[in-house]
């Protein structure tokens, strides 16, 4: 038997617009998306037994077909032909139903490892299909670091990576669903977007002020009516030294980059009081690249010796 163990990040959004509403019921985005450092460990295994097995260490989570990893891992097998057996075991450390697309990223693990376990059975094109049939932040998830995502987030344009900047990521106790802030959105009433163009010229100079003033979540609206206390957070977290501050996707994790790790501990003790209330509180940094390769091995198959008579002593 063979075993490949990838790590799998998440990301944020550091911008995200929406543009429209296509006829299938998706909505047409332009964000930039950054890999960030809190990550998942997937491990697929190859077995003698068919069909497709999947374990993780969060509750709650669906280990069939509603689970984005083993729908991956599905379409991969058919999509190379395969009728090998699989068994997924996903370490669950992204936070869950935060918009850091923790199951998009697993999703990602599983078709990078299939295809270390087996090389050359689809082509890239294929490999970025197969994710964009999965969900729509899996070819993001795939590709990973800093990359301007357009359509429903699975056209990418890769940008100057910002890997090594510090994050505080801050968690509400409760969750927001995708579907209803997309269905309370109207685009007709939104204030202000994000100056995509601006935003990119100064990505290229890593140019922090003219990319926090560009920047915007236009979905952040939608998010703070329904929980206020999301802005309130957001507000005391731009206040504590950050470089940009924003809402990650349709929330409700909010993140703020720093400048250095010294300012980034500081601020992190000052916001200590927030878990008083339920919120949680990470420390991150951002990261170049896709899911990284971490370890694999292959069980040697030995002979079988059982019609052979016993040793003689």
């Not at 993780?56 to 991956?72: K, L, V």
């Not at 490892?113 to 490999?127: S, Y």
């Not at 731009?238 to 501050?245: D, H, N, R, S």
């Amino acid at each position: 038997m063979r075993s490949a163990e990838f790590e799998t990040f998440a990301k944020i959004n550091l911008t995200l617009d929406v543009s429209g509403k296509r006829p299938d019921g998706y909505h047409d985005l332009v964000t930039v998306m950054q890999s960030i450092s809190l990550s998942d460990l997937v491990t697929v295994e190859v077995r003698d037994e068919p069909g497709i097995q999947l374990v993780c260490s969060a509750p709650y989570i669906p280990t069939d077909g509603r689970n984005t990893a083993w729908r991956a891992a599905q379409r991969f097998l058919e999509a190379a032909r395969l009728d090998a057996g699989l068994s997924i075991v996903i370490d669950k450390r992204i936070p869950i139903a935060a918009g850091l697309a923790g199951g998009s990223s697993d999703a990602a693990g599983v078709l990078s490892a299939l295809n270390w376990l087996f090389p050359d059975r689809v082509d890239h094109d294929t490999l970025f299909a197969i994710a964009a049939a999965v969900g729509a932040d899996v070819p993001f998830c795939l590709a990973g670091g800093t990359i301007l995502c357009t359509g429903i987030g699975d056209v990418l344009a890769p940008q100057p990576t910002l890997a090594g900047w510090p994050l505080i990521l801050i968690k509400a106790p409760f969750g927001l669903s995708t579907p209803e802030v997309f269905r309370r959105f109207c685009l007709d009433q939104v204030e202000q977007r994000p100056d995509h163009d601006a935003f990119l010229l100064a990505l290229g100079r890593q140019d922090w002020p003219a990319m926090s003033s560009a920047c915007g979540n236009v979905l952040e609206s939608v998010a703070f009516a329904m929980h206020p206390q999301l802005r309130a957070i957001l507000n005391r977290l731009a206040e504590t030294g950050t470089l940009l501050a924003r809402m990650s996707g349709s929330g409700p994790t909010l993140f703020g980059v720093f400048a250095d790790v010294h300012t980034r501990d500081e601020a992190f003790d000052a916001l200590a009081n927030l878990t008083a209330s339920g919120f949680t509180r990470y420390k991150a940094e951002t990261v170049a690249g896709g899911p990284r390769y971490l370890s694999s091995y292959e069980v040697p198959v030995l002979p079988d010796f059982s019609d052979l008579p016993g040793l003689l002593t």
